[in-house]
């Protein structure tokens, strides 16, 4: 059984401008989350998808961060503009009954240069 | 003051020895309490959960809940170098998932 997927791996660009992050999670998965990582700091919680929609998205740091789980299965989110602080790593975990057995993806990590 | 408070480390043993990690956390409402492996580039891998205090085993890693003094740990016993990684705990509420993360201690674990 495939993992969870992220694409891409490695993304940079620079202030300003937009990027889409996209996650895969694993088959028959209602559950979907985000996380990221920023340097030096703890992972952290952006949102949660059940499904189509969103459950929990108390994380999301701003309005120029826009998550979307179209269908119920993979999910994107956008960065736009991006900015210096948006720098790091960039989690995506699934679930499938409850929220205390996630897997995790490689991750996305995100340079704004 | 963070949710979650972790060691960094680095935290080096020698193989064979029991490797301890803990970690604290300040509000008494979180009910569910994980511990995840993470190697370098990697997505972290989940190693234990539970949501009781007291001891759960799997294996050569036990995980130990004390809820009256905010209080988890991972043991690793009989460590081997391919225990070398990054271990964080996680904690949450309820079982909807929204996971606060300790900063993860890192563990060398030399042969």
């Known amino acids: 059984e495939a993992g969870v997927t992220q694409f891409p791996s490695h993304s940079v660009i620079e202030k300003g401008q937009t990027v889409t992050l996209r996650c895969d999670p694993i088959s028959g998965h209602d559950n979907l989350y985000w996380y990221r990582r920023v340097m030096g700091k703890e992972i952290k919680f952006l949102l949660h998808?059940?499904?189509?929609?969103?459950?929990?998205e108390s994380g999301m740091p701003n309005n120029r961060f826009l998550a979307e789980r179209t269908g119920g299965t993979y999910s994107t989110l956008k960065v736009q503009p991006a900015e210096l602080e948006d720098s790091g790593v960039y989690f995506c975990?699934?679930?499938?009954?409850?929220?205390?057995?996630?897997?995790f993806g490689p991750g996305t990590r995100l340079t704004v240069l | 003051q963070k949710e979650v408070e972790q060691d960094p480390g680095p935290l080096s043993v020698p193989e064979g020895a029991i490797v301890s990690l803990n970690c604290t956390y300040s509000n008494s409402a979180f009910q569910y309490f994980m511990w995840y492996r993470q190697y370098s580039r990697k997505g972290p891998e989940l190693l234990m959960y539970?949501?009781?205090?007291g001891n759960k085993e799997d294996g050569r890693f036990t995980a130990q809940v004390d809820k009256s003094s905010k209080y988890i740990s991972l043991f690793i016993r009989d460590s081997q170098p391919s225990d070398s990684a990054t271990y964080l705990c996680a904690i949450s509420p309820d079982s909807w998932g929204k996971l606060q993360f300790g900063a993860g201690t890192q563990v060398v674990v030399t042969p």
């Open positions: 975990a699934s679930s499938q009954d409850n929220g205390f057995e996630q897997f």
């Open positions: 539970t949501y009781s205090s």
């Open positions: 998808f059940v499904k189509e929609s969103k459950q929990d």
